[in-house]
């Protein structure tokens, strides 16, 4: 049985890289000779911590927050203004590397309660100052990123203090937690009452229950789990127009479900201070293993197979030839980029009786398409590295090698063109030497997400050369008619196409829903609504 070993961590993460600052490592031996070779080493001087610009609110505005939540919970220090700049996209970190902390908020406010989220937005829209609602801070899209001109004041909204587990429902089987419990917080709190969510996306670690509701997001075990707005069955929002409470049954038609609109709003509509959620028994057992397939093709195929049969693993990815040849423990074993081997992991979680008969029912269906199995111990080195990859791009970063991702989605029918079309705009835009990685790890009936990793030689311009060659790949998903996100959200750097997919009157939809809820425009001003 594969245990996954869940990092929990009570520090702050670094400010210029992903994660725990004790976990922050130099490139290891072995792997600079690898990096040396693909890319050469270009080792970049420790990262100076820049100084910051001065508040740009007024000290009446701070004294009247202070009045309102308590003067400790109202914090205009530098190091915790640095700490809640921006998110961990790669642009985010370059930008921190190079001190430029123009997005700095001038203070940081930590409400305990709804009533207080609800008495600092009456005092934001009574002042024009913008407020950012602030979960884990693991946003790679921007959407930390709010516009501060026209303001009195941009203010981090940094729902810390709010990590609750308000009420366990056992006999529906729901939770309902606050929005600022981590991942392995709320899992660790869930568990003493045998339950789990089951939501567990690379950024576990620091991102939260507010965040993943904001943001739509999707993790490992979306398969099997869900994606996180399928596991929401209620909210709790405060706006500057008021509460909202959604989600009184399980399911309804009374009108369009409302609900819909707070999932995936990145803090424009409202800041969610409570979220009430389907939960399942802790399972008693996991297991993951290994599959080779001959091709990325015939892996994908395989898993369109398993989906449309209602046969899916709790959690199932494969990675292309280049990524497995590159990423994968053990290449040589499951043929490499030279035999176009693609390494495949699927893993059962729950009880033994259930994960055995679903076991049985996927090897047989895997097996009869070509699968060859490998066992296990894929499968336990994926499960143990599973949250490993966001440290070692500061490492790459450290000796010059720029590493990002993006993600997207389509239909099973329009995957190959979408692969082929980002895979070549990332490629044309990188030029000779960089390296783009796709894997597959989100599926459904009827189509999946795509996710590209790319490395190249960071160079003197990482920031431009990165900005374009995304632009290019977003164009190409938009030429493909595919989603600009599948669970990364929209921010500000996605924005620009998201007009392109959802149309102009879908753009005014959005306006119109930010002009209702929030009528002078001080909720993360210039994030998603286009
Ligand atoms: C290394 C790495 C790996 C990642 N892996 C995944 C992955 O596997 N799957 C995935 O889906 N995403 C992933 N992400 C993206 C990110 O973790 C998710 O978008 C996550 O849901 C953000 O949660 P957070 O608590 O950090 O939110 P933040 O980054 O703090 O905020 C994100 C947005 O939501 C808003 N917001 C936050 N809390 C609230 C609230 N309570 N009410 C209203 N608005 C709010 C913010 O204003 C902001 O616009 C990854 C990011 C990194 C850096």
Partial sequence: MAQTKLPFTQSEMHAQRWGAPERATALPDAARGLVELAFGLDDRPAVQEPPLPAPGISETHVAALRDLIGAEHVVTDDETRR?????????????????????????????????????????????????????GGTSVTGGLAARREGYAGLVSLDLVRMKGLLDVDHVSMTATLEPGLRGPEAEALLAEEGLTLGHFPQSFEYA??????????????????????????????????????????????????????????????????????????LPALKVYEGWRWPSFSAGADAMRTLAQSGLLPTVIRLSDEAETAINLAK?????????????????????????????????????????????EEPGRAWAHGRFDAPYLRDSMLDVGVLVETMETATFWSNRDALYTGVKDALTGALGEGAIVLCHISHVYETGCSLYFTIATQAGDEPLPRWLAAKAAASDAMMDAGATITHH???????????????????????????????????????????
């Fill in 331 to 375: 290449p040589d074993q499951i043929g490499g980029a030279e035999s176009g081997g693609c390494l495949m992991i699927t893993g059962h979680e729950g009880e033994p009786g259930a994960v055995d008969a679903k076991r049985t029912a996927v090897t047989a269906v895997l097996e009869g398409l070509g699968g060859v199995p490998l066992g």
């Fill in 488 to 530: 990364h959200a929209v921010g500000t750097d996605h924005k620009p196409w998201l007009t392109r997919e959802i149309g102009e009157l879908g753009a005014s939809v959005l306006r119109a829903v930010k002009a209702d809820l929030d009528p002078t425009g001080v909720l993360n001003p210039g994030v998603l609504v286009p």
């Fill in 208 to 281: 939260t229950i507010g965040g993943f509701a904001a943001t739509r997001s999707s993790g490992q075990s979306s398969a099997g789990y869900g994606r996180f707005d399928s596991l929401v069955v209620g909210l709790r929002v405060a706006t500057p127009r008021g509460e909202m409470r959604l989600g009184s049954s399980p399911a309804n038609a009374a009108g369009p479900d409302l609900r819909q609109l707070i999932l995936g709003s990145e803090g424009a509509f409202g800041v969610i201070t409570e979220v009430t959620v389907r939960v399942r028994a």
């Fill in 83 to 135: 700490l809640r700049t921006r998110g961990k996209s790669t642009p985010d970190l370059l930008r921190a590397r190079s001190g430029d902390l123009s997005d700095a908020p001038d203070v940081v406010v930590r409400p305990r309660t709804h009533e207080e989220v609800a008495a600092v937005l009456a005092f934001a829209v009574e002042n024009h100052v913008a407020l950012v609602p602030f979960g």
